[in-house]
């Protein structure tokens, strides 16, 4: 089983929902982050969290929003998606000290329409 | 604004070269230095991390430091198609994670 998983891994919906995306892991990491790809852009930091109860915002957080449930699960909230939030997504996760090593999940290729 | 700045390529290298892969960065207390490669739908792996100046070898792997200009660099020795994919470059500093835009390699057969 991977150690990082993200769901779902495709998702289509439209302008204005608002749309969920979820990590879980198995490493035993505290820390979580999420990150968005887009093409030209490199990899962003949306939000990152170093433990459940410290949650700080990235790099691009605007338009988004997080929740840090267990310490294994991260999850990334749209409130109302919009088209220029089409990108995929990663969640990725670390031991401490601070950054380290990153894991990466698969990715959730996300598009608003 | 902390920056880190990589040629987005594509780098074309014959198989069986060296393929030399740079980065730049802004932040001069950038403490931690890491290279991610990624290929084409897949999520970015770890190849290296450097944290002191020189040269720091992993099988066919060198990562070089250099504080004092601001850079760090990849050569991939024996390319192989294989190592055809994009390298990402990260940096550390402040307590912040910045990456490069990466680098796309091209090993020709």
């Known amino acids: 089983d991977a150690d990082v998983t993200q769901t779902p891994r495709n998702r289509i919906t439209k302008t204005g929902k608002r749309i969920m995306l979820e990590c879980s892991q198995t490493?035993?990491?505290?820390?979580m982050y999420w990150y968005r790809q887009d093409p030209g852009l490199g990899l962003r930091l949306i939000y990152y969290s170093f433990d459940v109860k410290d949650i700080n915002k990235g790099e691009i957080s605007d338009g988004y929003s997080v929740s840090r449930q267990a310490q294994a699960k991260f999850s990334l909230s749209l409130e109302s998606a919009i088209p220029n939030q089409t990108a995929l997504y990663f969640c990725?996760?670390?031991?401490?000290?601070?950054?380290?090593?990153?894991?990466f999940g698969p990715g959730t290729r996300l598009t608003v329409l | 604004q902390k920056e880190v700045e990589q040629n987005s390529g594509p780098l074309s290298v014959p198989e069986g070269a060296i393929a030399s892969l740079n980065c730049t960065y802004s932040d001069r207390v950038s403490q931690s230095f890491f290279w991610y490669r990624q290929y084409s739908g897949k999520s970015p792996e770890l190849i290296m991390s450097i944290y002191s100046n020189g040269d720091k070898e992993d099988g066919r792997f060198t990562a070089q430091l250099n504080k004092a200009s601001q850079y760090v660099s990849l050569l991939i020795r024996d390319s192989q198609p294989s190592d055809s994919a994009t390298y990402l470059c990260?940096?550390?500093?402040?307590?912040?994670?910045?990456f490069g835009k990466g680098t796309r390699l091209h090993i020709l057969p």
């Open positions: 990725a996760t670390s031991p401490r000290p601070s950054y380290n090593t990153q894991y």
């Open positions: 990260a940096v550390i500093g402040d307590d912040k994670i910045i």
């Open positions: 490493k035993g990491h505290d820390r």
